[in-house]
């Protein structure tokens, strides 16, 4: 199992940046699979970004392809995702999300593992 906590959201005006991180504990974080998905009120949860257990793989939304960038630290058990030339639009509540397979997902019921969410609030 592993225990998934974000942090870094927070008020940015329109073309700023942000810094997510999700902090995992527990054990084999190296095994994992990565991802970001967010979700906006009244939506359903979407995906954002994803990487492969060993960093090699990324995959991204159409949405945010050319201004988000997902990385990941396997010796501080870390994913981070990098939010750049933010839009009122990325305004959401962000989670980060973990799991074990051979091919790495980009939809909620991929996922088995969440953390609680950080909120990002973008304004114009």
């Known amino acids: 199992q592993v225990q998934l906590v974000e942090s870094g959201g927070g008020l940015v005006q329109a073309g700023g940046s942000l810094r997510l991180s999700c902090a995992a504990s527990g054990r084999a974080f190296s095994s994992y699979n990565m991802g970001w998905f967010r979700q906006a009120p009244g939506k359903e949860r979407d995906f954002v970004a994803a990487v492969s257990f060993g960093a090699g793989r990324k995959y991204y939304a159409d949405s945010v392809k050319g201004r988000f960038t997902i990385s990941r630290d396997n010796a501080e058990n870390t994913v981070y995702l990098q939010m750049n030339s933010l839009k009122p639009e990325d305004t959401a509540v962000y989670y980060c999300?973990?799991?074990?397979?051979?091919?790495?997902?980009?939809?909620?019921?991929?996922?088995?593992?969440w953390g609680q969410g950080t909120q990002v609030t973008v304004s114009s």
């Open positions: 999300a973990a799991d074990i397979a051979p091919r790495v997902g980009v939809r909620v019921v991929d996922y088995d593992y």
